[in-house]
């Protein structure tokens, strides 16, 4: 079993729609999780991470976390064309120090 | 968060040489990493450079292969070495700020014909 697992996608929606991006993990001792955007060609920026059970909302963004079911998820909101990406939920495993896991990644495509 | 310059952007090798990439930060971190992404995969941890010490490998990866050095706060390089085209990935280097804020150098495409 992955420690975190994505969907591949890729996900469509249409501009405007909510775009909902899951993650689950394999460490229930997990204490932080990061979500990551990587457009083609480019490094992963990070776009918000959380700690806590519940909604962390950033602007069009919005992570999720449910640490009794160990997912997390990524909402956005009105979906643009350059959301177009590649989505990667990382985690910070109990016992890893301070290194990331990194999920395979959910490609995000939002259609004019 | 930090500021990173990763070099090179990219290169093309020929099998049996090596290529060492630099990393350098505009501030003194303690945690750095180097990670691999293979073509149309996600990130996978090589290893964990320590400032004064011996890098710390994942499994899988070895200092022979990927010898790693931090001289200090601010800098580290990791060598590929005696390359084969499998080894042709992006090669990315990050830095960690306690529980939150990993930030990600601009990577090293990498090919080896």
């Known amino acids: 079993q992955k420690e975190v697992e994505q969907n591949s996608g890729p996900l469509s929606v249409p501009e405007g729609a909510i775009a909902s991006l899951n993650c689950t993990y394999s460490?229930?001792?997990?204490?932080?999780f990061f979500w990551y955007r990587q457009y083609s060609g480019k490094s992963p920026e990070l776009i918000m991470f959380?700690?806590?059970?519940g909604d962390k909302e950033d602007g069009r963004f919005t992570a999720q976390l449910n640490k009794a079911s160990q997912y997390v998820s990524l909402l956005i909101r009105d979906s643009q064309p350059s959301d177009s990406a590649t989505y990667l939920c990382?985690?910070?495993?109990?016992?890893?120090?301070?290194?990331?896991?990194f999920g395979g990644g959910t490609r995000l495509m939002v259609k004019p | 968060s930090a500021v990173i310059s990763q070099k090179p952007s990219r290169d093309i090798c020929q099998r049996g040489t090596s290529l060492t990439i630099q990393c350098q930060v505009d501030s003194q971190v303690t945690m750095m990493f180097w990670y691999r992404q293979q073509p149309g995969q996600s990130l996978t941890l090589i290893a964990t450079a320590n400032q004064g010490s011996e890098a710390t490998y994942e499994s899988g990866f070895v200092i022979d292969k990927f010898p790693i050095s931090r001289p200090n706060l601010t800098f580290s390089t990791l060598t590929v070495s005696n390359m084969s085209p499998e080894d042709s990935s992006i090669y990315l280097c990050?830095?960690?700020?306690?529980?939150?804020?990993?930030?990600f150098g601009s990577g090293t495409r990498l090919t080896v014909v």
């Open positions: 990050s830095v960690g700020w306690g529980s939150a804020g990993y930030t």
């Open positions: 460490d229930r001792g997990s204490q932080s």
């Open positions: 990382a985690v910070k495993p109990n016992n890893a120090g301070n290194m990331l896991t």
């Open positions: 959380i700690y806590s059970n």
